[in-house]
């Protein structure tokens, strides 16, 4: 990738170099001062609004996940993952809340609840690996363009199987995690925000270990680097593919069921709006780099708690706003993300 | 010409085959084989299809028509993964190394499939004393590092796999005079080790020069075959193909 100030007249990179320094430094400064004024003014309150965040963020680093693999792997945005959170969301709740008839927080409950965790995780690994075998796969080798409009077709037909499913109203039910939070000097924690995150972060762990450190994951980044080299090292890729969209899969499965369980509702049409948040999540962090989506995911969880919650700031309506803002200010002057890496590659 | 050649039994047996990229057809009708023990070599100019021929031995292309048998068992159609297992790996033309891996991390994906921990980590201190460059290097990205040490590197790895048959397209490309001789000269002892080699080279005066036996491509054709010495001294292959 070429940077960006390379083909630009020698005159002005200098320029446009110091105008970039000085408005990211000003930025900085607005955001500083943003953050630093609501922590002095209502410490309590800057603490659980960023709370919130994060837990909303710890959803969404689990959804990007699904775009950063699968864009790493076969560079395909998979407009399609965002409708596979949403079936995982549904499944759950035709899952664990109708047949198994599990409301309210009993111990038996809780025990419910794990076991629709594994099973929802491999509902949606299952679907993901349909999709990618049925639609992807036969179109690996054509231009760009086609497979992304699959994608896109995709994205339609598991919203429509949503819809079918779940019904047109969003339909809310009795949790079995509580819906009540904890007071701890002021700050206020939700128990949904606790337990998401703390089951979050060993899924995350689990998915980074697994994909650097195992003889699968290896084969996974090689295939990713280079198809036909992995070949020749005797690396099935057509295999090492459905792996990768099976854990993509897995992660968006558990965002489901947590998503389901935080908030007591789903609909067939959560997967456009969140989607298109872990997407961004995804890029923000630099697509295809694994850290740079959990640290996208929970940027901009944070981001939109600060913005929604904080009592000195833009406030609820301009939520999107913000997290679109920062996103185009940063592809503006770091393009590759903020992990990614414009690599040069000797050839 | 002659065709006289050793007489091990026939390793790789590739009869009659055509491989197209959709129209264009790069190899028609070509049938070539390699001995157990032997060094072969493919030589011909720019679109020859020698590259062609190795891809498709590699299962990364399939042929149009005619077969590939490797020790009597057909292998074209057969997915290159699985081509791998039976023992050919090949080191690929244009290096394709991993560029974002450690030269360990290349090297240990070159024995993807085995399974033989001390066997791996033998043959790991092998390809480094055949390349003490790549020692030096070992903890680097494979991306960074020069031409030649990446080529090193391509060698290296497929030799990671412990081939029975070892594939090199064009391992001296690109490289520094004194680095070509290194490489053929590391070729020879890869074989005296006890591996077949089939080599494609655009250094053909070199390749005739350690190969058994040897054949001429002609825009996918194969123009002729016949014993390496032989060939190197034929004024008329001089001429056409050698530069001379």
């Given at each position: 990738?070429?940077?960006?100030t390379?083909s630009?007249?020698?005159?002005?990179?200098?320029?446009?170099?110091?105008?970039?320094?000085?408005?990211?430094?000003?930025?900085?400064?607005?955001?500083v001062?943003?953050?630093?004024?609501?922590?002095i003014s209502?410490?309590?309150?800057?603490?659980t609004?960023?709370?919130?965040?994060?837990s909303?963020?710890?959803?969404?680093?689990?959804?990007?996940?699904?775009?950063?693999?699968?864009?790493?792997?076969?560079?395909?945005?998979?407009?399609?993952?965002?409708d596979?959170?949403?079936?995982?969301?549904v499944?759950s709740?035709?899952?664990l809340?109708?047949?198994l008839?599990?409301?309210?927080?009993?111990a038996r409950n809780y025990?419910?609840?794990?076991?629709?965790?594994?099973?929802?995780?491999?509902?949606?690994?299952t679907?993901?690996?349909?999709?990618?075998?049925?639609?992807?796969?036969?179109?690996?080798?054509?231009?760009?363009?086609?497979p992304?409009?699959?994608?896109?077709?995709?994205?339609?037909?598991l919203?429509?199987?949503?819809?079918?499913w779940?019904?047109?109203?969003?339909r809310?039910?009795?949790?079995?995690?509580?819906?009540?939070?904890?007071?701890?000097?002021?700050?206020?924690?939700?128990?949904?925000?606790l337990?998401?995150v703390?089951?979050?972060?060993?899924?995350l762990?689990?998915?980074?270990?697994?994909?650097n450190?195992?003889?699968?994951?290896r084969a996974?980044?090689a295939?990713?680097?280079?198809?036909?080299?992995?070949?020749?090292?005797?690396?099935?890729?057509?295999?090492t593919?459905?792996?990768?969209f099976?854990l993509?899969?897995a992660m968006?499965?558990?965002a489901g069921l947590?998503?389901?369980?935080?908030?007591?509702?789903?609909?067939?049409?959560?997967?456009?709006?969140?989607?298109?948040i872990?997407?961004t999540?995804?890029?923000?962090g630099?697509?295809?780099?694994?850290n740079?989506?959990?640290?996208?995911?929970?940027?901009?969880?944070?981001?939109?708690?600060?913005n929604?919650?904080?009592?000195?700031?833009?406030?609820?309506?301009?939520s999107?706003?913000?997290?679109?803002?920062?996103?185009?200010?940063?592809?503006?002057?770091?393009?590759?993300?903020?992990?990614?890496?414009?690599?040069?590659?000797?050839? | 010409?002659s065709?006289?050649?050793?007489?091990?039994?026939?390793m790789?047996?590739?009869?009659?085959?055509?491989?197209?990229?959709?129209a264009?057809?790069?190899?028609?009708?070509?049938?070539?084989s390699?001995r157990?023990?032997?060094?072969?070599?493919?030589i011909?100019?720019?679109?020859?299809?020698?590259?062609?021929?190795?891809r498709?031995?590699?299962g990364?292309?399939?042929?149009?028509?005619g077969?590939?048998?490797?020790?009597?068992?057909?292998?074209?159609?057969?997915?290159?993964?699985?081509i791998?297992k039976?023992?050919?790996?090949?080191?690929p033309?244009?290096?394709?190394?991993?560029?974002?891996?450690t030269?360990?991390e290349?090297l240990?994906?070159?024995?993807?499939?085995?399974?033989?921990?001390?066997?791996?980590?033998?043959?790991?201190?092998q390809?480094l004393?055949?390349?003490?460059?790549?020692?030096?290097?070992?903890?680097?990205?494979?991306?960074?590092?020069?031409?030649?040490?990446?080529q090193?590197?391509?060698?290296?790895?497929?030799m990671?796999g412990?081939?029975?048959?070892?594939?090199?397209?064009e391992p001296?490309?690109?490289?520094?005079?004194?680095?070509?001789d290194?490489?053929?000269?590391?070729?020879q002892?890869i074989?005296?080790?006890g591996t077949?080699?089939?080599?494609v080279?655009?250094?053909?005066?070199?390749?005739?020069?350690?190969?058994?036996?040897?054949?001429?491509?002609?825009?996918?054709?194969?123009?002729?075959?016949?014993?390496?010495?032989?060939?190197?001294?034929?004024?008329a292959?001089a001429?056409?193909?050698l530069?001379?």
């Open positions: 990738m070429a940077s960006t390379a630009a007249p020698r005159a002005s990179v200098n320029v446009g170099k110091l105008l970039t320094r000085v408005s990211m430094l000003m930025l900085g400064i607005v955001v001062y943003w953050l630093g004024r609501n922590l209502s410490p309590a309150q800057f603490f609004v960023g709370i919130t965040g994060l909303n963020g710890a959803l969404y680093a689990l959804i990007a996940l699904g775009y950063t693999l699968v864009y790493g792997i076969i560079e395909l945005i998979n407009f399609a993952h965002g596979l959170f949403m079936l995982g969301a499944f709740y035709f899952f809340t109708k047949f008839a599990a409301e309210g927080g009993s025990g419910l609840l794990a076991l629709t965790l594994v099973i929802a995780m491999a509902f949606c690994a679907i993901n690996v349909v999709i990618e075998r049925l639609a992807y796969r036969r179109l690996r080798d054509a231009p760009k363009l086609a992304l409009i699959t994608a896109v077709g995709m994205s339609f037909i919203q429509f199987i949503g819809l079918k779940n019904g047109s109203a969003p809310n039910f009795t949790t079995i995690l509580p819906n009540t939070s904890f007071e701890f000097q002021g700050v206020v924690v939700p128990y949904t925000a337990i998401v703390s089951l979050t972060i060993p899924l762990v689990i998915l980074v270990t697994l994909v450190k195992t003889r699968q994951g996974m980044r295939t990713a680097q280079d198809k036909d080299a992995a070949r020749l090292m005797g690396i099935d890729v057509n295999k593919i459905s792996f990768t099976a993509g899969g968006a499965g558990a947590m998503f389901a369980q935080s908030y007591g509702t789903v609909a067939y049409n959560l997967g456009f709006q969140l989607g298109l872990a997407f999540s995804a890029v923000l630099g697509v295809g780099n694994l740079g989506a959990v640290l996208g995911g929970f940027l901009i969880g944070l981001i939109q708690g600060f929604d919650g904080l009592p000195f700031g833009p406030g609820q309506k301009w999107q706003t913000m997290v679109f803002t920062i996103l185009i200010l940063l592809m503006v002057y770091r393009p590759a993300g903020l992990l990614g890496k414009a690599t040069t590659e000797k050839v | 010409m065709t006289e050649r050793k007489n091990s039994p026939v790789l047996d590739v009869k009659d085959i055509t491989v197209a990229y959709g264009i057809t790069a190899v028609k009708g070509l049938t070539l390699v157990e023990g032997e060094i072969v070599t493919l011909g100019s720019n679109g020859a299809g020698k590259s062609t021929t190795l498709t031995i590699s990364l292309l399939h042929p149009k028509n077969s590939i048998e490797f020790k009597g068992e057909v292998i074209s159609g057969k997915p290159g993964h699985e791998v039976l023992g050919i790996c090949q080191s033309e244009g290096r394709r190394i991993f560029p974002r891996m030269v360990d290349n240990d994906l070159g024995a993807f499939l085995r399974k033989d921990t001390a066997g791996i980590k033998e043959s790991r201190e390809v004393d055949l390349f003490p460059r790549l020692r030096e290097r070992i903890t680097q990205r494979a991306g960074t590092m020069s031409g030649g040490e990446q090193m590197l391509a060698v290296a790895r497929a990671m412990q081939p029975k048959l070892l594939i090199l397209d001296s490309m690109g490289l520094a005079p004194v680095l070509v290194l490489i053929f000269e590391t070729i002892k074989r005296e080790q077949t080699i089939l080599l080279e655009q250094n053909a005066l070199a390749a005739l020069r350690i190969a058994d036996y040897a054949y001429v491509l002609e825009s996918g054709h194969l123009k002729l075959e016949g014993n390496a010495k032989q060939l190197s001294t034929d004024p292959i001429k056409a193909y530069g001379g």
